[in-house]
């Protein structure tokens, strides 16, 4: 029953896996991490840590130990783990007055640490991390990453993900991928984030791209009412990783969902409650919208690159 449990939250929960995404409200400045790259011809690649799940999840090293990190897109601000900052002692942590919301409620006051993280190829000098309670994101049995990478690091490296050899590479801004079929998709800012456009059965929303949620739309009850799909068809309850913690949410089926040229077919949409407080964004667009393809995130230019359009059938 364990074994069953575990593949299941570490698989993301596929349909309604909201992964990582949660958002800090701060009121003081946050210094930006020194990233610097290593010498090398190429960026390395870093494999994808669990091969049963979707999330980008990948080996760092901190303070002389290796953990894994997840490459969230949709968090604002770096994170480590409370228990992991116990676990290794690390001192010189700050009061810092910031909370931090996760989709679906649970807000979090917390402290921070200035931490040196090594990952493929990248060193980052002085990184601020909140230091949050992550619960299951964090736990062994759940996702096992005590380190969230923000968008405070994706600002200063381009993301490149390919999702057939289930592996991402951190680049130096700017640097020519190495595919040449990639095309730019309509994307803006909303802060340091990137949010699209989706058509739901023809009915358009916007959407954050979040590579910290493993599915491929999720929708707040507001915006999932505005575009039809709480108009009485079937729907089953789902389950979510969520910052501290475990959130129910209810699952509906799009018969279409359009996302950088992309037309998916009878796609899950996880549906996440409202809640006071967060300003939360009216969908994430997760990494189930590169299923089968290659991107490449550039978010401290406000572009993302994905290879050509395919037409999915999810049923």
Known sequence: MGTRRSFLIRAGLVAAGLGGAWWLREHVI???????????????????????ARAPIVAASLAGRS?????????????????????????????????????????QVGRGVSVDVAVGGVALQGLRTAILDLGPLAAAE?????????????????????????RLAFASPGAPPPWADLR????????????????????????LVDTGSTSLLALSAAAASEVGLLDGREAREGSSLVLGGMIRSQVVTARTVTFADALFRDVEVAIYPEVAGGAY?????????????????RLGAGELLVSRAMDVDLG
Do not use: K
């Open 30 to 52: 946050w210094p930006a991490p020194d990233v610097r790259f290593m010498a090398y011809a190429d960026p390395p690649w870093l494999r994808f840590a669990d091969d049963r």
């Open 67 to 107: 953990v894994m990190a997840l490459v969230d897109s949709g968090a604002q601000y770096s994170v480590i783990d409370r228990a992991l900052v116990a676990e290794l002692n690390l001192g010189d942590t700050f009061s810092i007055p910031f909370l931090a919301y996760g989709v679906g409620g649970g807000s």
């Open 142 to 166: 759940g996702l096992s990453t005590p380190l969230i990478l923000g968008q405070d690091v994706l600002q200063r490296a381009d993301l490149w993900l390919d999702l057939p050899g289930r």
């Open 184 to 207: 730019p998709a309509v994307v803006r800012r909303r802060g340091d984030a990137l949010v699209s456009d989706v058509s739901i059965e023809g009915a358009v929303t916007t959407a």
């Open 281 to 297: 964004p009216n969908g994430l667009i997760g990494m189930g919208a590169f299923r089968g393809r290659r991107a490449v995130l």
